[in-house]
C-alpha cells in the first residue's frame, strides 16, 4: 500500500481483556518495529522484526506483550491481560532494507498509530 | 544505552519569528540522527537524516545541523503550519531512540 497502515485507530479496553493490534507495512518493506508512545513522550522501542524473524524483544515491557509477523509482511501486537499502564499510543514503522545497513533509503515510515485506553 | 535529550520542550513564536531547537545525544557508533515532525493524532513524518558532523540539511523553512554531540533544528520565519512536535532520533544499531520532543506552537 501507499502507506503504514494500522487497525484499529482507537481501542478501549477494560482492565484485563486481551487486545490485539495489526500493522500492515508498506508492500516488501523488510523491516517492522514497534513502539510505544506515552502522551507527551517520545516514541518507545518494543520489538523488531527483520522478514518473519523477531530479532529483538528487549523493549517489550512484560510477558503479557507479545508480537509476530508470521509471513513477514502484517504484524500483530498483543497484549494480554492489559493494564491501566498499557494505556498509550502504539505506533508501527517499516522500512525497506534491513536494519542494520546505514543507508540513507533506510528511513523508517510510520503509521497513524493504535490509541489504547484501559479503564 | 543511547540517550537523546531535546530542548526546550515547548517553543511559542509568532509568525516570522526564526528560532532553533536542540538535541543532544549518546550513542556508540552514531549511524544517522534523524528528525521528525508529528502532528496531533499523526505518526511521525520524515524530515531529515544526518550522518556526520559539520552536515547540514535544509527543507523549506527548516534547516538541521549536526556535530558530534548535538543537533539543532532552525526553523526560519515560521508559519503557523509549522506548529507540530518535533521529534529526534538517533540510530546506534538497526533501531532508532527518540527524544521525547519539542512542540511548536506558531502564532499568526
Redesign the interface.
Not at chain 1, 533506510?106 to 498509530?113: I, K, M, P, Q, R
Given at each position: 500500500g501507499a502507506g503504514?497502515s494500522q487497525s484499529p485507530r482507537y481501542k478501549v479496553a477494560k482492565r484485563g481483556q486481551d487486545v490485539a493490534l495489526r500493522c500492515d507495512p508498506i508492500s516488501g518493506h523488510v523491516?517492522l518495529?514497534w513502539?510505544q508512545q506515552a502522551l507527551?513522550?517520545?516514541?518507545?522501542?518494543l520489538t523488531?522484526f527483520q522478514n518473519e524473524a523477531q530479532?529483538?524483544k528487549s523493549g517489550l515491557p512484560s510477558d503479557r506483550f507479545f508480537a509476530e509477523r508470521p509471513e513477514g509482511s502484517v504484524s500483530t501486537l498483543k497484549i494480554q491481560r492489559t493494564q491501566q499502564e498499557d494505556s498509550a499510543v502504539y505506533?508501527c514503522?517499516s522500512s525497506p532494507d534491513?536494519?542494520?545497513l546505514?543507508s540513507?533509503a533506510?528511513?523508517?515510515?510510520?503509521?497513524?498509530?493504535s490509541r489504547l485506553t484501559v479503564l | 544505552e543511547d540517550q537523546?535529550t531535546?530542548s526546550p520542550e515547548a517553543l511559542r513564536l509568532q509568525e516570522g519569528e526564526s528560532s532553533s531547537l536542540n538535541c543532544s545525544y549518546t550513542v556508540s557508533g552514531l549511524?544517522?540522527l534523524?528528525w521528525?515532525r508529528q502532528d496531533p493524532?499523526?505518526?511521525?513524518?520524515?524530515l531529515f537524516?544526518l550522518?556526520s558532523a559539520g552536515e547540514e540539511k535544509e527543507k523549506e523553512r527548516l534547516k538541521a545541523t549536526l556535530t558530534k554531540k548535538e543537533s539543532f533544528l532552525h526553523i526560519t520565519a515560521p508559519k503557523p503550519e509549522d506548529s507540530a512536535t518535533y521529534?529526534c532520533?538517533v540510530?546506534g544499531?538497526?533501531?532508532?531512540?527518540?527524544?521525547?520532543?519539542t512542540t511548536v506552537t506558531v502564532r499568526a
Open positions: 503504514v523491516s518495529f513502539y507527551g513522550q517520545g516514541p518507545e522501542f523488531y530479532l529483538d505506533l514503522a534491513r536494519g542494520s546505514p540513507g533506510n528511513v523508517l515510515t510510520f503509521g497513524a498509530g | 537523546v531535546q549511524r544517522g534523524f521528525y493524532g499523526k505518526g511521525p513524518e520524515f537524516t550522518y521529534l532520533a540510530r544499531d538497526y533501531k532508532l531512540s527518540f527524544g521525547a520532543g
